[in-house]
């Protein structure tokens, strides 16, 4: 009888396995297609961050640095694009980190280090947290402004009897798009927003694919462009290095990244902060999503006072004034979310933004360098468009001003969304995404007016590298706290969770305990007990919040940080002496 059973299932088994591979891929196929499925979705829910920050290190600025070193340089300072972008991953991925990790941005966590300090409270408010506000609110209107002029001379590139002046002033348009757009820096991802992002993203790749299929490129000769070359180290090579440095190391980026960091991407039901509640219902800081015109003309009566208000975030009594009282994010939520969120990170600054920015220098490298007619200087956005259409046709130039186009489109909603993080984070000050974008777009527009008029495109073009030697200055004013903060231990660590049963259970046995030395002991048998009981729960309290997990940098990432952030010092301190002496080109 015992061996019945097993023949019973060996049979079964025999018999699929006589079907054939048919009957076996039946069988199979719905276990894989299930698995893939789950895959996907998984992917999806964790996907789209990364995207939304790589458009930072692709915007118009980036356009113009990279043109100018490979018409001059040709493919030899590709080890530079390959070089920025390696610092970039790493700034980001201590940005997602220390979002995941503590639950909280970086500009809040620069106002929980800084505001309210023990001693010296004024000085360090005045004297280190203020004027870091103010530097992040001129790096974001610098990049603002690069992107507003990239997005104007992509225009007057698509039509050509559009003056420039106008161009700008059609750029402020934009701001229409928000409209509909809900608040991505809530607690939950916004996927439309994502998804519009990423279509730009796309947009821009696929149009520089094109154009580089189009043209006659030395491949062997541009990937050994990626390999250090001698000419870094020459003077005209190390400026335009350090150019490409600045302009790819991104601020505003990790302030964005460090936000979107903390959002739940897993619970079908996404956790937000109070303020986030409390601005959702009141209609700040994000402004109705509409599906038709009758709909948008009723939801924008209602909220066209709240889009133009300022409203001071309320201090509350038991609000963190350090990070001594600040809880950090859920173990449970830091595995869930860590590896996912820096593997979408590198992934998508490698392969989309290190690649556009190769894309960019090899093609400037091929056009001008190599085949270009001689003439000195270096070449800027108007200079490849009008050669991509001598060369390569109308096609490809207008394939070119469409990708610089939706570049400065993407980067700007970017810059937008980075200038609320900065406001809310740093003073409290919440603001909606359009009255954002008004005051950051009018800061940018009123010298990009004076220059377009007095100047014209010459005067854009410098303009646009002028605001990438801000943006330069401004970094390494930002990337300090960053590494500071993911270095503390006291920053980055979080206790493991216990389970409440186990509380529980100690809870009742330390309740049976007193009730029984209440009925059998006397006074000083109580007072005893009670001592005892203070013991006993100091200890069931010390054994709920459990063993700490350390997530702060190690040696080697500290030694990195301090590496690149002394790099980036030294290249500005270069830059501006050159800029002093007048050799900068």
């Known amino acids: 009888m015992l061996r019945h059973a097993p023949t019973a299932s060996t049979t079964s088994t025999e018999l699929t396995e006589k079907a054939g591979p048919q009957a076996r891929s039946r069988w199979a196929l719905p276990g894989v297609t299930a698995s893939l499925r789950a895959v996907g979705m998984h992917l999806l829910k964790h996907t789209g961050v990364g995207i939304v920050c790589a458009v930072a290190y692709f915007d118009p600025g980036n356009w113009g640095v990279d043109l100018q070193a490979g018409s001059e340089y040709g493919y030899k300072l590709l080890f530079v694009v390959l070089l920025a972008g390696l610092f970039a991953v790493y700034m980001q991925v201590l940005a997602s980190r220390l979002g995941c990790v503590t639950g909280l941005d970086l500009a809040s966590h620069c106002r929980l280090l800084l505001h309210d300090r023990p001693r010296y409270t ?104 990626f390999v250090p070359s001698k000419t870094v180290f020459q003077s005209g090579g190390l400026y335009t290095s350090i150019g490409i440095i600045g302009a790819t190391v991104m601020p505003h980026s990790l302030f964005l990244g460090s936000a979107l960091a903390t959002q739940d991407r897993v619970a079908s039901s996404p956790r937000e902060s109070p303020a986030s509640r409390e601005a959702a219902a009141s209609g700040e800081g994000a402004l109705p999503s509409v599906r038709n015109a009758r709909t948008l003309l009723r939801k924008l009566s209602k909220s066209f006072v709240e889009m133009f208000k300022v409203k001071k975030i309320a201090d509350k009594d038991n609000e963190p004034k350090s990070h001594a009282d600040w809880t950090n994010s859920p173990l449970s939520f830091i595995r869930q979310h860590l590896t996912h969120g820096i593997i979408d990170m590198v992934i ?118 002028a605001s990438q030697v801000v943006l330069s200055i401004v970094l390494p004013f930002v990337t300090f706290p960053l590494i500071l903060l993911t270095s503390s231990k006291q920053v980055m660590t979080v206790y493991e969770e216990v389970e409440p049963a186990r509380t529980s259970a100690s809870s009742e046995t330390a309740s049976a305990s007193e009730q029984a030395s209440k009925d059998e002991s006397d006074k000083d048998d109580i007072v005893v007990a009670t001592v005892t009981e203070t013991v006993t729960e100091a200890r069931d309290v010390e054994r709920a919040v459990g063993k700490p997990v350390d997530f702060s940098n190690g040696r080697v990432m500290i030694g990195i940080g301090v590496v690149i952030w002394i790099i980036v010092v030294a290249a500005n301190v270069y830059a501006l002496i050159q800029l002093g002496l007048g050799q900068a080109t």
Request: hydrophobic share 60%; glycine share 8%; charged share 10%.
């Open 122 to 225: 004024l000085l360090w408010r005045w004297g280190v947290l203020y004027p870091l506000y103010a530097l992040s609110e001129i790096a974001i209107i610098s990049t603002d402004l690069a992107e507003l002029l990239g997005s104007a001379m992509a225009l007057v590139m698509l039509f050509p009897k559009l003056e420039i002046w106008a161009g700008v002033l059609i750029t402020t348009a934009d701001v229409l798009l928000l409209l509909a757009m809900r608040n991505p820096i809530g607690g939950e991802p916004v996927r439309a927003f994502e998804l519009g992002i990423a279509a730009l993203v796309f947009i821009v790749l696929i149009c520089m694919a094109v154009i580089i299929s189009k043209t006659e490129i030395n491949w062997g000769e541009a990937f050994f462009g």
């Open 348 to 465: 998508s600054l490698l392969g989309l933004a290190v690649v556009i920015n190769a894309l960019i220098l090899i093609l400037a490298g091929s056009v001008f360098f190599f085949n270009g007619d001689g003439s000195d200087g270096p070449a800027d956005l108007f200079d490849a468009y009008d050669l991509l259409r001598d060369r390569l046709g109308a096609a490809a130039a207008t394939l070119f001003a469409l990708a610089l186009l939706a570049a400065g489109q993407s980067s700007s909603i970017i810059a937008t969304l980075a200038a609320q993080i900065v406001s809310e984070g740093f003073i409290h000050w919440s603001t909606s995404p359009v009255l954002t974008r008004l005051i950051t777009r009018c800061f940018g527009l009123i010298p990009s007016l004076v220059v377009a008029v007095a100047v014209g495109r010459p005067g854009i073009a410098t303009l646009l590298v």
